[in-house]
C-alpha cells in the first residue's frame, strides 16, 4: 500500500471548517484513500473514502486532487468532539478480497473554543 | 444494526497466564481483523481472518499468539504465557463478505494489563 504523509498536529476553532491535508503521491490505480479518526481510548471510526471523485457524506467531505497526489478531509463545523486522531489511509482493493488497512501516525486535531 | 462487539472491555492477567479476547463482528460480516495498539503508539495490523480460515498473519507475533474465526461464534484472539510487553489494547474491526471495497468497522477494544 501507498504510504501517507500527514502533518502531527492541527488546531482548529469551534465552529469553523477543519481542513485536514494529506500526501499519497504514490498512489496506484486500484488504491482508495480512507478516512479514519480516532478519539481518545476508543476504537477507530470510519468517516469517508473515495477513489478519485470528491464524496461527502454527513460527516466530511473528502476532496481529492486530479492527479490522485492528495486529498483534504473538510469537517465543515467542527466542535469539541472532533477533537481525535485523524488518520489517512490508502488501501488497495480489486484483489479479490478485502485487505487491511495500514495506519500510519495521523493528525491529532484539537477543537478549541 | 449492532456494531462490532468486544469483550472483555478490560482484562488484566498475571505474567505467565493466557488471555483470550473474543470479537464478534457485526452482522453479515464475515471478515475479521485484529489489531494491536501500545500505549503512545499506533495501530498496528495483526491478523486478518475469514470464516475459518487465516488470510494474513503477517503482523502475528511467532510466538504465543492465535487466532481463530469459527465457523459458528466469535473469533477469539488468543496470547499464551502473557508478559508485560503485551498490555496493550486489541482492536477488532469486520467488513462485509463480498464488498472489497467496503470500511472496516471497529469494536472499542479490549485494554490488557499484565501484572
Known amino acids: 500500500d501507498a504510504k501517507t504523509t500527514q502533518p502531527p498536529s492541527m488546531d482548529c476553532a469551534e465552529g469553523r471548517a477543519a481542513n485536514l491535508p494529506c500526501n499519497h503521491s504514490?498512489?496506484?490505480?486500484?488504491?482508495?484513500v480512507y478516512w479514519y479518526r480516532q478519539i481518545h481510548s476508543q476504537g477507530p471510526q470510519y468517516i469517508i473514502h473515495?477513489?478519485?471523485n470528491n464524496e461527502t457524506n454527513e460527516m466530511a467531505s473528502l476532496i481529492i486532487t486530479e492527479d490522485r497526489k492528495s486529498s483534504t478531509l473538510i469537517l465543515p463545523h467542527a466542535t469539541l468532539r472532533d477533537t481525535a486522531v485523524y488518520y489517512c489511509i490508502v488501501r488497495v482493493v480489486g484483489t479479490g478480497t478485502a485487505s487491511k488497512l495500514t495506519f500510519g501516525t495521523g493528525t491529532r486535531l484539537q477543537v478549541t473554543l | 444494526n449492532a456494531g462490532v462487539m468486544q469483550n472483555p472491555r478490560h482484562l488484566v492477567r498475571r505474567r505467565g497466564q493466557e488471555a483470550r479476547l473474543r470479537c464478534s463482528p457485526m452482522?453479515?460480516?464475515?471478515?475479521v481483523y485484529w489489531y494491536r495498539q501500545l500505549p503512545e503508539e499506533g495501530l498496528k495490523f495483526m491478523v486478518y481472518l475469514q470464516k475459518e480460515n487465516i488470510i494474513d498473519e503477517s503482523g502475528m507475533p511467532k510466538e504465543r499468539f492465535s487466532a481463530e474465526f469459527p465457523k459458528e461464534g466469535p473469533s477469539i484472539l488468543r496470547i499464551q504465557q502473557v508478559v508485560r510487553g503485551d498490555s496493550a489494547a486489541y482492536f477488532c474491526a469486520s467488513s462485509p463478505r463480498d464488498r472489497e471495497n467496503s470500511p472496516l468497522h471497529f469494536g472499542n477494544g479490549t485494554r490488557l494489563t499484565v501484572t
Open positions: 452482522k453479515g460480516h464475515s471478515h
Open positions: 473515495g477513489l478519485k
Open positions: 504514490t498512489i496506484s490505480g486500484n488504491e482508495y
